[in-house]
């Protein structure tokens, strides 16, 4: 991947004409770029810095249910390696996640006395569930 992305860094606009782009096209692009394949180390910073990141952003989702959300560093490191196995970039990393936390989501409103729960990398591989069985909360009976 290293050497597809140095060649590709070097090519110029008769490149394009030759791949098959009409000139007339390629006359009005003022910058030619590629871009370099994501490692991860810059995926796991995208889960983790911007303001807006997906591991900030499920851990509100598990607040509102009382429950503290963390993620440990290998977690991260495989979530990030599961994203580059889909070859489409960061764009990789929501739907992996959403995969991971759909089942724990789906089930959270129905536990109780979670406490912190802490994603790893055997939670990420299937091997171990986030949400170990608990107490069900009890529902309250609506009246007719």
Same mark, same amino acid.
């Given at each position: 991947?290293?050497?597809?992305?140095?060649?590709?860094?070097?090519?110029?606009?008769?490149? %394009?004409? &030759?791949?098959?782009?009409?000139? *007339?096209?390629?006359? =009005?692009?003022?910058?030619?770029?590629?871009? $370099?394949?994501?490692?991860?180390?810059?995926?796991?910073?995208?889960?983790?810095?911007?303001?807006?990141?997906?591991?900030?952003?499920?851990?509100?989702?598990?607040?509102?249910?009382?429950?503290?959300?963390?993620?440990?560093?290998?977690?991260?490191?495989? %979530?990030? &390696?599961?994203?580059?196995?889909? *070859?489409?970039?960061? =764009?990789?990393?929501?739907?992996?996640?959403? $995969?991971?936390?759909?089942?724990?989501?789906?089930?959270?409103?129905?536990?109780?006395?979670?406490?912190?729960?802490?994603?790893?990398?055997?939670?990420?591989?299937?091997?171990?569930?986030?949400l170990k069985s608990s107490k069900p909360r009890r529902r309250?009976?609506?009246?007719?």
């Open positions: 991947a290293k050497e597809e992305g140095e060649v590709l860094a070097q090519v110029i606009p008769d490149d %394009l004409v &030759e791949y098959g782009m009409i000139p *007339e096209l390629v006359g =009005r692009l003022p910058v030619i770029t590629s871009l $370099e394949p994501l490692d991860i180390e810059t995926l796991v910073r995208i889960l983790t810095e911007p303001k807006n990141a997906l591991v900030r952003q499920y851990q509100k989702l598990f607040e509102y249910e009382k429950c503290t959300l963390e993620f440990d560093d290998d977690a991260l490191a495989a %979530l990030a &390696e599961k994203a580059i196995d889909r *070859e489409t970039g960061a =764009r990789a990393l929501r739907s992996v996640m959403e $995969e991971l936390m759909l089942g724990p989501m789906y089930e959270l409103p129905d536990k109780t006395d979670l406490g912190t729960r802490v994603v790893t990398r055997d939670v990420v591989d299937g091997k171990t569930p986030l309250r009976r609506e009246s007719a």
